[in-house]
């Protein structure tokens, strides 16, 4: 059981550029969620899902864009990087009923 | 808007004085409080949870947090705090829906 897995670790990219975030949990959890974490403002909320081929917008949406094509999998996607969205993204997870969420180790991106 | 305060961002104790960081939340109903702890290098994870009955809650490794309706408050205690406490703590709340909002966070410095 690895909890939430999230790929890659660290990414540099250039201004312009695109990319995917995967989070991926076996724990079969309907609701899946993307944060960013920087310094002073805690945790803000990007895009969530409560089930499978379903999103809606957080609180930083711009220039976000997910997918949850399988119930395991939530994907968050970057169009056109900035160096705005240089943070620490965090994927968690939980189901309905306890409202505990799992997060995932996070991946360290950095825009150049 | 619901939102969530912590008081202090930087705090800086010895090995073995007493911990008290403070939370308080803006929302008038029925709410979850939680707080995850994030040590150095590692992902977010629950400290402890409230939900309903006993305001005081004991977590993990020794500390306890207490829910005061009427104060809009969910402060987390240590009597005594290690070295091994270095971290950030985030406080959070959800009032029944999909989201949870959490604080900006806590650090915690521990000299030994």
């Known amino acids: 059981n690895a909890g939430v897995t999230q790929t890659p670790k660290f990414r540099v990219l250039k201004t312009g550029q695109s990319m995917t975030l995967l989070c991926a949990q076996d724990?079969?959890?309907?609701?899946m969620y993307w944060y960013r974490q920087d310094p002073g403002m805690g945790l803000r909320l990007i895009h969530y899902?409560?089930?499978?081929?379903?999103?809606a917008k957080g609180e930083v949406p711009d220039g976000y864009n997910v997918s949850r094509l399988k119930k395991q999998n939530f994907l968050l996607g970057l169009e056109s990087a900035a160096p705005s969205q240089t943070s620490v993204y965090f994927c968690?997870?939980?189901?309905?009923?306890?409202?505990?969420?799992?997060f995932g180790p996070g991946t360290r991106l950095t825009v150049l | 808007a619901q939102s969530v305060s912590q008081h202090n961002h930087h705090v800086i104790l010895s090995e073995a004085a007493s911990l008290e960081l403070g939370c308080n939340y803006s929302y008038g109903g029925t709410v979850n409080l939680f707080w995850y702890v994030q040590y150095p290098g590692q992902h977010l994870q629950l400290l402890l949870k409230?939900?309903?009955?006993?305001?005081l809650v004991k977590g993990i490794k020794g500390f306890e947090a207490e829910f005061i309706k009427s104060k809009f408050s969910f402060n987390l205690r240590k009597p005594s705090v290690q070295w091994s406490d270095t971290a950030e703590y985030f406080c959070?709340?959800?009032?029944?829906?999909?989201?949870?909002?959490f604080g900006a966070g806590t650090r915690l410095f521990v000299k030994a």
């Open positions: 899902s409560v089930g499978e081929g379903t999103t």
């Open positions: 724990m079969n959890h309907e609701y």
């Open positions: 968690a997870s939980r189901t309905g009923g306890t409202d505990t969420q799992y």
């Open positions: 959070a709340v959800n009032t029944g829906g999909f989201k949870t909002i």
């Open positions: 409230y939900f309903s009955g006993d305001p």
